[in-house]
Nanobody
Framework: QVQLAESGGSRVQPGGSLRLSCVASGDNFDYWTIGWFRQAPGKEREGVSCISVKDGNTYSPDSMKGRFTISKDTGKKTVYLQMNNLEPEDTAVYYC?????????????????????WGHGTQVTVSP
């Protein structure tokens, strides 16, 4: 198993930027695929982006491309989510999660049940 801890969430004005961090504890960091999800009030949790730690391949749904970028620092066992040009609709709790890639990122990344370990989340609020 792996334990995950998110940080970096805060309140920001529209058009601003934030970088979220997800730090993993435990061994075999390269073993995992790490995903970022978000859940806005009254809405379902949705996938934002994910990355295969071993080879660095990434996937993001079309709706998230362009403003959100996922990256990793293997030495620090950390996955980042850089968010630019934030909009009020991006207000949500952001979670990172770890799972084992058994098919393709496109198949796995949008689906919560493929991720077994979850952090507690970090709040992002975008408002004037």
């Amino acid at each position: 198993q792996v334990q995950l801890a998110e940080s970096g969430g805060s309140r920001v004005q529209p058009g601003g930027s934030l970088r979220l961090s997800c730090v993993a504890s435990g061994d075999n960091f390269d073993y995992w695929t790490i995903g970022w999800f978000r859940q806005a009030p009254g809405k379902e949790r949705e996938g934002v982006s994910c990355i295969s730690v071993k080879d660095g391949n990434t996937y993001s749904p079309d709706s998230m491309k362009g403003r959100f970028t996922i990256s990793k620092d293997t030495g620090k066992k950390t996955v980042y989510l850089q968010m630019n040009n934030l909009e009020p609709e991006d207000t949500a709790v952001y979670y990172c999660a770890a799972g084992i890639l058994t098919s393709t990122l496109q198949f796995m990344c949008p689906v919560r049940r493929y991720f077994a370990s979850w952090g507690h989340g970090t709040q992002v609020t975008v408002s004037p």
